[in-house]
């Protein structure tokens, strides 16, 4: 339900003003509104902090290190500054206040990189990210906002992105098989938005869960690619317990927190609770299944491409009725994509020999077609339910 | 309440971003300034713009010289600390390494590296890196011709900061602006 849905019921003479606000607030409906000003305000956050880091990458040797310096502090305070001054002095314009408090973390980034760049330092990559996450790590908690802690969860993904990767790192994973640690952070980020629903920080619970679901969703379709993970030399001094960890805590995480999903059933809650939990148990042992010694020119299916594509199948099928049920438009919507595309890889995968090659694109692409109108009417029903209030229901 | 940890936050990241310059303002003012002579190659870095890989004669440190003596497969990132004393044209060399901290002698200037294994270096030597390796330039500017020499700060400490690079004993900034 939106907010411009109850004013129209409202302007209808259906509900009186009361009632309007009492539905406003039991659904925590927000102005439909501001939504353009919200992806407005970010996009020139995102574009102003991104001219300033390639000023800096460009490297004027015209101006002195002390202008330079002092600009880049200037540019970062007076964000915040201004951010501040727009949403809590004045609270006229709240969203683009925060969207300045998303500049001014990001400018701090900029600046880092600034200091490094005038006195040359070469300091480890993973390490300039680090400091900025720290720097920023209180602001989501002090400024109450979702894009800030949204930057933090990108900033912990970096972080970890650029760690894996270094070759003196203690957790070094730099091969092909570091997508299954991503798609674990993604499921660590879920469970943790899904604990956050009982607790003082709910309102950054759906931030969690969204971008949690998103990352594993990315990151886990690959392995449904034929021939992906299947051969490749992988390195001795990779980190051999970072993965079950990770792959524990993921789990811990969705089965203790998928209790707080309060709008399922009983039954509901403990099914995708396991599925999370299975999800990463899964990820964790792709790890340890043994690779091919031949190399093939063309990647053909295997035992673990397949098992991954119909499991990533079941759980796109679990998410979307978890979606319905949540009255989750994303939930479902991220859901029916990427069984879309599951079935494309799969069916890539499955491509036979040269000699059916044509039958099967004529016969395959029929399917296709036909298949994409049944999904599409499949969510759109889906959709119409869950804008149908429960009541309403048959 | 808030608005004063808010405060706190962007003092503290203002705090980082000064004291990190008042620190290397402080190694590039008052640390001994020594010429190292050096070659380029020159990548570009995603957020500090293009800069040149300086591999100084210095980063590759003859076994030999250590003491006490240390073999090539020495830990990756194992710390080095190198002394470094002028030649006649100069230039500074090395004249002994080690694993544990010592006092240079007089004429002679300590520098603090790890080393790097993951570097090629010949089969008796260890290459160390000093931290000394980046030194970003202006857009375009990466790809100098001539004699490339490093005029280096460095302070007790051993941490030493490049303070300027010449390309054929001219500042790396005027010579690449005649270039043009």
């Not at chain 1, 809590?88 to 408090?101: C, I, M, S, V």
């Not at chain 1, 908690?141 to 894009?147: E, F, K």
């Not at chain 2, 503290?12 to 402080?26: D, K, M, N, R």
Request: hydrophobic content about 50%; proline content about 3%; overall charge positive.
């Amino acid at each position: 339900m939106k907010y411009g849905d109850v004013q129209k019921l409202q302007e209808a003479g259906l509900i009186t003003d009361e009632q309007r606000q009492k539905i406003v607030e039991h659904f925590q409906l927000k102005e439909d509104g501001g939504k353009f000003l919200v992806i407005i305000s970010f996009i020139g956050a995102v574009l102003v902090a991104a001219g300033v880091a390639l000023l800096i990458a460009a490297h004027w040797d015209e101006i002195p290190r002390g202008v330079k310096l002092i600009s880049g502090l200037a540019l970062m305070l007076g964000a915040h500054g201004a951010g501040w001054w727009l949403r809590d002095a004045r609270k006229n314009y709240p969203r683009t206040g925060e969207a300045l408090h998303f500049a001014g973390s990001l400018l701090f980034l900029a600046n880092i990189a600034l200091v490094g760049q005038i006195y040359h330092l070469s300091s480890r990559p993973a390490n300039v990210f680090l400091l900025w996450w720290v720097g920023i790590a209180a602001l989501p908690w002090l400024l109450r906002s979702a894009a800030q802690f949204a930057l933090l969860l990108l900033g912990i993904g970096i972080c970890f992105g650029v760690e894996i990767n270094d070759a003196t790192s203690l957790i070094r994973f730099d091969d092909e098989h570091q997508v299954l640690l991503y798609a674990l952070l993604g499921l660590v980020f879920t469970g943790s938005g899904l604990l956050l629903r009982k607790s003082y920080n709910r309102d950054f619970s759906r931030v969690a869960e969204t971008v949690g679901l998103l990352v594993f969703a990315i990151f886990s379709y690959p392995l449904t690619w034929a021939g992906f993970l299947s051969w490749g030399y992988r390195h001795a001094e990779l980190n051999q317990w970072l993965l079950p960890a990770l792959g524990a805590l993921a789990a811990l995480l969705a089965l203790s927190g998928c209790r707080h999903l309060t709008a399922l059933s009983q039954q509901w809650r403990v099914t995708w609770g396991v599925t999370l939990a299975g999800a990463a148990a899964l990820l964790v042992t792709a790890n340890f299944v043994a690779q091919q010694n031949e190399w093939h020119w063309f990647g053909h299916m295997t035992p673990l491409n397949t098992v991954a594509a119909i499991a990533f199948f079941i759980f796109g099928l679990l998410q979307v009725q978890v979606g319905v049920q949540e009255r989750s438009g994303f939930l479902v919507n991220l859901g029916v994509v990427f069984i879309a595309l599951d079935l494309i890889a799969t069916y890539i995968g499955l491509f036979g020999s040269m000699a059916f090659t044509g039958l099967m694109f004529i016969v395959s692409g029929a399917f296709l077609i036909l298949f994409a109108v049944f999904l599409e009417k499949k969510r759109r029903a889906l959709m119409k339910q869950i804008k149908t209030p429960k009541e309403a229901r048959p | 309440m808030k608005t004063k940890l808010f405060i706190l936050v962007l003092a503290l990241q203002s705090a980082w971003i000064l004291g990190t310059a008042i620190v290397q303002e402080h190694t590039l003012a008052s640390g001994k300034v020594i010429l190292l002579e050096t070659a380029r190659v020159d990548p570009r870095d995603l957020l500090r713009g293009d800069y040149l890989i300086l591999n100084y004669k210095i980063s590759d440190v003859p076994v030999n010289l250590f003491s006490p003596p240390a073999t090539k497969d020495l830990p990756n990132g194992t710390k080095i600390y190198v002394a470094l004393a002028p030649t006649t044209n100069q230039f500074y060399v090395v004249t002994r390494a080690s694993a544990n901290e010592f006092t240079p002698a007089a004429g002679e200037v300590l520098l603090r590296g790890k080393s790097d294994q993951s570097r090629w270096s010949s089969t008796n030597s260890i290459h160390v890196e000093y931290g000394l390796e980046r030194f970003y330039v202006a857009e375009g500017t990466g790809n100098p011709t001539g004699k490339l020499t490093a005029q280096v700060a460095v302070p007790a400490s051993g941490r030493s900061r490049v303070k300027e690079v010449f390309v054929d004993g001219k500042p790396y900034a005027e010579a690449m602006k005649e270039r043009r």
